[in-house]
């Protein structure tokens, strides 16, 4: 996660708070994270682990009476930090878009799909809506819908739930955006649409130079689609790296459990379920100390529970939030 000169998205020690009667609580604690043009960063985590709270910070988005603080927040160039610092609302849609999980919803039932694609193109690029038309047009063409022309004019309830989601993507594009977040984008999915929604992201990061990030619970999406993946447990990364080294060698008890918890093929033929990781993911106060998977860890020492836990280096580009020197060893 070193910083480079490529990064269009730089994200230092963000945090989310928000307080619960007299306590308060850390929903994104310390969060830091860089991508660059061309790669994909998977963000991974069970519900309620604070994947979708960072994706709204990056946003400008966390509802009210959500606190955010971070130390540095760089999207494509502009310093969101700074005393200078545009308004996210120049930059959503422009420098930074998003496509979230349930497109239908994500929608505006009473406008037709063309209004919908080329009102921010209006807005940011201050083009006529003939340029803006002719790009929507050019943008349902890339994500594979058949009859762009004949789309344009239709309604969110005549599309069925794959093209919703693939005007959702174009839509996305439609400024040229450097970022794109993708929150769960194939969860209201079935299989099949699932792997061909995939293998777009695919082809258009590498069409239009995008750095994303991808925010999923599927394992199996983060193997087919990630370049570096992070691992989020209560707020926290814990785990960072490569994906087929996290994969291959996870550094951290929540990243193995959440291999092991995988469903595969030949458990099926033997009528084995996965085994489940026990309890569930809890909310942490500000001041609470020690490793936050401590009390559903099976390799949990009293140690862990001291202090505050630091990133441990693996290699160069793994790195891990544990005291054990190598989980996957």
């Known amino acids: 996660m070193t910083p480079c000169s490529a990064n269009v998205l730089d994200l230092n020690s963000l945090s989310v708070e928000v307080r619960e009667g007299k306590q308060q609580l850390m929903l ?14 998977c963000l991974v985590g069970e519900s309620g682990c604070g994947k979708t709270m960072t994706a709204l910070s990056l946003l400008g988005l966390c509802p009210y009476p959500c606190q955010v603080s971070v130390n540095k927040l760089l999207i494509d160039g502009a310093d969101m930090t700074s005393d200078s610092a545009p ?4 930059l959503r849609g422009d420098r930074i878009s998003a496509v979230f999980q349930d ?7 009473l406008l037709t799909i063309n209004r919908q694609m080329i009102e921010g193109f209006i807005h940011h690029e201050k083009g006529s809506a003939l340029e803006a038309r002719e790009k929507a047009e050019y943008l349902l063409e890339q ?5 762009p022309v004949l789309t344009l004019g239709q309604y969110p309830h005549q ?15 439609m400024c040229d955006p450097a970022v794109l977040i993708a929150d ?11 792997l061909q929604i995939l293998r777009l992201f695919r082809e258009l990061q590498s069409s239009f130079n995008l750095g994303v990030l991808f925010i999923t619970h599927d394992l199996g999406v983060v193997a087919h689609i990630g370049d570096r993946m992070a691992v ?10 490569p994906v087929l080294e996290v994969l291959h060698n996870p550094a951290h008890p929540y990243t193995h459990s959440l291999l ?21 993911v809890s909310s942490y106060t500000k001041d609470m100390q020690g490793c936050r998977f401590y009390e559903r860890c099976a390799v949990a020492m009293e140690e862990c529970r001291q202090g505050r836990i630091p990133n441990r280096e693996i290699d160069d580009t793994h790195i891990s939030r544990c005291l054990l020197p190598g989980y996957g060893d």
Do not use: H, W
Not at 87 to 90: H, K
Not at 159 to 173: D, E, K, P, T, Y
């Open 184 to 194: 769960e984008p194939t969860t209201a999915l079935d299989t099949t649409l699932q």
């Open 103 to 109: 497109p239908i919803n994500a929608l505006n039932p």
């Open 143 to 147: 994500v594979g819908i058949r009859d």
């Open 159 to 173: 599309l069925s739930g794959g093209q919703s989601q693939r005007i959702m993507i174009a839509m996305a594009l």
């Open 87 to 90: 308004p996210f609302q120049t």
């Open 260 to 280: 092991m918890c995988a469903p595969r093929i030949e458990a099926r033929f033997r009528r084995k379920l996965p085994p489940a990781i026990p309890g569930m």
């Open 28 to 41: 994104v604690d310390d969060i830091s994270m860089t991508i660059t043009r061309g790669e994909t960063l």
């Open 232 to 241: 989020m447990y209560a707020g926290q990364i814990v785990e960072a790296g």
